[in-house]
Structures are given as C-alpha cells and as structure tokens.
C-alpha cells in the first residue's frame, strides 16, 4: 500500500498556529476599526449638532433683528419719509453693449 | 532538545500566568476598590447614549434671494439628573444646581425627589445651556449627573409660530409634530435615531441593503418653506398695532403670489412664542387662518361681479337702477349708507360698494350659474399644507330663496377660510386661475436629494377678459376712493376692495354695531406679484374696513415695492429718448 501521507514544504502545526495568530489579529483589529467608527461617528455628530446649535442661536440673533427693524418707527428715530421717489427704467443689457 | 522545549513551554506557561495575574488583579482593583468611583464618572460623561437625544429636522424660511433661516431647529445643552441613592447631601447639591440652572424644580420638589431613595434617576432641571452645564459637571457633585440634551428650538420665537406648529407628547412616549407644518410633515422631519449606533459588521451580515442604499435617507429630511422672514416680520408687526389700535378680538392676514400659490407671509393675532408655550391656551395652538370661517362681507362683491362679467350677463357699461335699498321675499337689502344713486354703470358697484348693486347681478346672474360659480371657488377645501383645515359654510348655495343669494353676492350668508377667501380672489390677479395655496416648496432629503412639491394644480373659473374688467374697478376704486384719492401710487397700480360684515349674533341675526372688516388687494394690478388679504374681527369704535385695514394695506404695499423692488408699471414714458 502506498504511503498517502501528504508531503508539505512546511509544518502543518506552524500553519495553524499562524492562521490563528493572523486570524486573531485581524478580529482584534476589526474590533478596533468598529470600536473607533462608532466614537468618530458620535463625535462628529455631536460636533455637527452643536455647530448647528450654535448657529440656531445666530439666526435667533438675527430674526430678532429682523423683527425688531420692522417695529422701528423711523420717525421716532429722527428719520423721515422721502419727499419723493424717482423711478429710473431699467436698460436693457443689450443696450449697453 | 526536549529539554529545550520543555523549559520554552514551561516559559510561555509561566507568562500567560502572569499576563492573568495581572488582568485578574487590575479587574479588582476596578470593579471592586474603585468601582463606585467610575460609576460616577460614567455618569458624568456628557454624552449620554445617543438613542435618547431627541432629534429632528429642520424648517427653513426662505429670503427673497432664495438663502434659508432656520425657523424650527435644534438647540443642545444639558439636562440635570439625580441619583437619590448616592446623592449625600441635597441641600448642598440644590444650591449649586439652582446656582447655575435657573430652570431648576423648586427646593421642596427637589428635596422630596432626594428623598425617594428606591429610584436612581430623577431630573431635576432641564436645558441648561453648554457653558452652565459643563460648569456644574466639573464640580462633580456627588449623585448629580450632567446630560446632553437636544430640544426643538424655534429662532423666529413667535414668528409664524401658528404656521410652523409644534412639537410635543402624543399618546405615546416620543415627541411628534401636533400642530402646524410640524404635523403635516411629521413623516419627513422625524428622525428614528438609531443610524448613529448600528454595528456596522453586523449590519454587513444581516442588512447589506440597508448599509448600501439607506431607506430612511429617501424620506426623513428638511422642509423648506415659502415664507419670508422680512415679510412675515412686517406682516406681523403690522396685525400687532392694528388690534392693539382697535382692541380688536383677533386679526389676520396672508400675502400671497398669486401666480404660484406660495405663500410669503401667514400671520394671525394673537400668537404665541414656540419657545415658551406655559401658558397658551389650546385654541392659540391652532392655525386660524385655515380652521375658522367668516363672512368676509364686500369683498365677496368683485367676485359676484367676475361671475356676472364672465357669464355674459353683465358687461362694465351695464347700468342698473340704484334706489339704495330693495325688498327681496320680504328682506330689506340696502346700500351701507342706505343712500340712492340712480342710474349708474357696473364699476360703481365696486368703487362705492352697493349692495344693491350687487344683488342686482346676483339676481342677473341667476341661481343655477351663481351657485355654479361659488360652488367652484369655495366648494372644495383648499388643501393647503396645514392641518385641520376647515370647510366653507355654503348651505345658502343649496336653497331657492333669492334672498340668500343676494345677501351671499356681497358676503354676507357665506362663510369661509381666510386661506380659501385668498384663493377665490386670486383668480382675479391670475387671469380667473384659481392655484393651489402652499407654504412648503421643497424637501432637502438626508440623502442630498433636493425634492421641489408638486404645487401646479390650477383650477380655471373665468375668463381672463373677465378678471381683468373687474381688476381695472378694484385699481379705480384704489386711484379714486381709498383714502379720498390720497392711497393712489402713480407709479404702481394697486387693485383693492374693502369689506365690512356684519357679526352674526349666535341667534339667526345680525348685531348692528359690531362687524368684520376685511380688505384684498393686489399689485401691480394687471401682473400681480402680490395679493394681500388682511381682516380684523370685532374692531371697537370704529365701523368701516377702510378706516382700520386701508392703513395697514398700504404700509404693506409700500414695504413690498420697496424690498422687492417692484418696477413701476405706469407714471412714466417706457420707452427711453434714442
């Protein structure tokens, strides 16, 4: 009977060892990747939500303004309205050419 | 050799004994001999999980140069929470709480809440903001915990707060859109809140469509809409003097573009700011302008006139004869100054506002064709996008009797929506095209995808000839009558009516001394960028629309042509010297 035993270049143990050693470090790795996707996740959405934050604040800031201008008696403020208005036709873009 | 190998096992053995040792040792000294320290410490972190921030997206005013405001966002701060079991002492924690969080419960709450020893989690103050809050979380009291919070923030406060709507607690335990464009767009602006968090592996493995083409991002987005804040602003303004002026019971007003429907300005007084709603009272929360119904009184006369004018029956030289008052199945109808004017041509109905001219065109008309015309403009809501809009009250429509229909031709008998009422007078500044009123014209989808809303429903009820005769009466009326003449533009044309109706007194009549006033107008008239519908209810001490509403139009027309820049279209030579 012939001998069937498979004749490797290497130690089939030593293989082993190795896939589990790569196998391990590429779980832990993926670990880490997921681990550090989740928090830079978190964190730049947080970040994004308190710029937006802040900007609401800005935009309060200026719809206040605008609500305000538009109370504003300009007469009270020393302002008064224009004698008259002065309407000029628009040219036509061609014409200027 | 075996020895060798012996001794390098017995190494590696020794190692991973020691590398346990270690791990087993370091687990003790942090579970047990610190545990309680990193217990607090955990509490105390800022971010809390992300699955309980509340979040939502946005709505957008829009300026005229098309650039967007937020008008109902996020705001984020911190919220202050207690530990009853581990919270030493709460005199001491409620003082530097209340220090620092002027939202805080009230120092008896705060000491019964310390005092429920079987709970571990009780809030105590709410949107505390970022500096205040990080301030108390570097004090780390002892059983006070310092947490993110994210709540609807609204930058406007109480600009077209009835419009936007609100946010709250339904029947169920998650904010959600009640009133306003909150609630119509509730499906787009809720958030689910769980893509930040999903295991992205895991969804590899059980949801790679999910992970590759996110459903959720092809619905849930931003709203924008077409109001505009200036406007809105001024529109607003404009409605707070008017019944503060008059003491009036409440007042309102739309501008719209009456070309496209879309709204610009949507106001009613009084409102109520959307950041502070503790005590509001359910029917502020509501949109008036879209729930409530009235009989706007005369300026339902320009559209008696376009029915008469477009069904053949009537043409601008028709005259009729005008005794100041008729009896119709045994009715008395009469002018408002109960005055005589003879023989007279159509136009004078509109620019002196006869009633009895009216109902003479009602009664030309006919009742098969008046009911036609009105059934058309005011049969059918408008659909707009708010909730809870409210239906016409036609039932006048459905009868025989003459009478009805001569008190419907000059707005009283009939009533309707302030938003249907802008729709109906629309037709006359988009020659007889009714449009389809919105406040909403885009969604900016999650995914980047901007989607523009389908507003282009027309519905045509007259002709144009016929809208721009009446159109040519409204712009005398403003050129002659409004303000004694002095209201005229010379370089603008401006369409107008005023209306003034009679309150109905809740037993089948009418109250003499108390009324309606309402006032439409458009401008330029013969291609209207504008039309503006304003009324006030119950105004005191004052009678007639024009005296209350016809200094508040023009305000707006002149803020209009001044912001937009509105071209004149008359008043001076269009072609320039060669």
């Known amino acids: ?97 | 050799m075996r020895t060798q190998f012996r001794f390098r096992i017995r190494l590696v053995l020794a190692f991973v004994v020691f590398v346990a040792l270690v791990i087993f040792v370091r687990l003790y000294f942090v579970q047990v001999v610190h545990g309680d320290d990193y217990a607090q410490k955990a509490d105390r972190q800022f971010a809390s999980g992300g699955s309980g921030l509340f979040d939502r997206g946005a709505i957008y005013f829009t300026n005229k140069d098309g650039t967007l405001v937020s008008a109902a966002t996020l705001a984020t701060g911190f919220l202050v929470a207690i530990n009853p079991q581990t919270l030493a002492d709460p005199e001491t924690a409620y003082t530097l709480i209340a220090e620092i969080a002027s939202t805080t419960i009230s120092h008896e709450a705060f000491l019964a809440a310390a005092a429920k020893k079987n709970l571990v989690y009780v809030e105590v103050a709410h949107r505390v903001s970022d500096a205040k809050g990080q301030e108390l979380a570097a004090r780390a009291i002892p059983g006070v915990q310092v947490l993110r919070e994210r709540w609807r923030y609204y930058p406007g406060a109480s600009l077209a707060s009835q419009a936007i709507g609100i946010v709250s607690y339904g029947s169920g335990d998650a904010l959600i859109g009640q009133t306003g464009l909150e609630a119509v767009y509730d499906g787009t602006l809720a958030r689910s809140g769980d893509s930040l968090y999903k295991n992205f592996f895991a969804e590899l493995f059980s949801n790679v469509g999910n992970l590759l083409v996110n459903a959720k991002d092809a619905c849930e987005g931003d709203i924008v809409t077409t109001i505009e804040p200036q406007v809105q602003a001024r529109l607003e303004h404009d409605l707070a003097k008017l019944s503060e002026q008059y003491s009036s019971k409440e007042s309102g007003g739309i501008i719209m573009d009456p070309a496209t429907g879309a709204i610009l300005a949507f106001a009613s007084y009084p409102s109520y700011d959307g950041n502070n709603r503790q005590n509001v009272g359910p029917a502020l929360l509501g949109s008036p302008l879209v729930e409530d119904v009235h009989e706007f009184g005369s300026i339902m006369k320009p559209m008696t006139m376009t029915s008469g004018l477009d069904a053949g029956v009537i043409t601008p030289d028709t005259t009729y004869n005008d005794t100041g008052c008729i009896t119709v199945s045994t009715r008395k109808i009469c002018n408002w100054d109960r005055k005589a004017r003879g023989v007279i041509p159509m136009k004078e109905v509109i620019l002196q506002s006869l009633n009895v001219g009216a109902s003479w065109v009602a009664t030309e008309l006919g009742q098969d064709k008046f009911r036609s015309y009105f059934t058309t403009l005011f049969g059918t809501k408008t659909d707009i996008d708010l909730p809870s809009e409210g239906r016409a009250l036609l039932g006048n429509l459905s009868t025989t009797q003459q009478v009805n229909f001569d008190n419907m031709s000059f707005g009283q008998g009939i009533a309707v929506t302030p938003v249907q009422m802008v729709r109906a007078l629309g037709t006359l500044a988009n020659g007889g095209v009714m449009v389809q009123p919105h406040l909403v014209s885009a969604i900016r989808l999650d995914s980047g995808i901007v989607r523009e809303l389908d507003w282009s429903k027309t519905v045509p009820v007259f002709g144009a000839t016929a809208a721009h005769e009446t159109t040519q009466m409204m712009t005398e009326m403003v050129d002659e009558k409004l303000a004694g003449g002095k209201a005229k533009i010379p370089s603008m044309s401006v369409a107008a009516k005023t209306g003034t109706a009679q309150l109905t007194d809740g037993h089948g009549g009418y109250y003499q001394d108390r009324f309606f006033h309402s006032f439409v107008g458009f401008f330029p008239s013969y291609n209207p960028r504008f039309i503006i519908l304003l009324y006030t209810n119950d105004p005191q001490h004052v009678t007639y629309a024009s005296d209350t509403l016809g200094a508040t139009f023009l305000d707006l027309v002149h803020f209009l042509i001044d912001y937009y820049q509105v071209p004149p279209d008359r008043g001076f030579a269009t072609t320039t010297p060669a």
């Open chain 1, 1 to 97: 009977m012939p001998n069937l035993r498979l004749a490797l270049p290497f130690s089939l143990t030593t293989f082993s060892v190795s896939l589990v050693a790569v196998l391990a470090v590429t779980y832990i790795g993926l670990i880490a990747v997921v681990m550090s996707y989740a928090a830079l996740t978190v964190e730049f959405s947080q970040s994004v939500k308190n710029d937006e934050a802040a900007v609401a604040v800005l935009e309060g800031k200026y719809l206040n303004g605008v609500a305000h201008l538009q109370a504003l008696d300009y007469r009270a403020a020393g302002y008064t309205a224009p004698l008259a208005k002065i309407f000029v036709p628009a040219t036509s873009m061609t014409a200027l050419r």
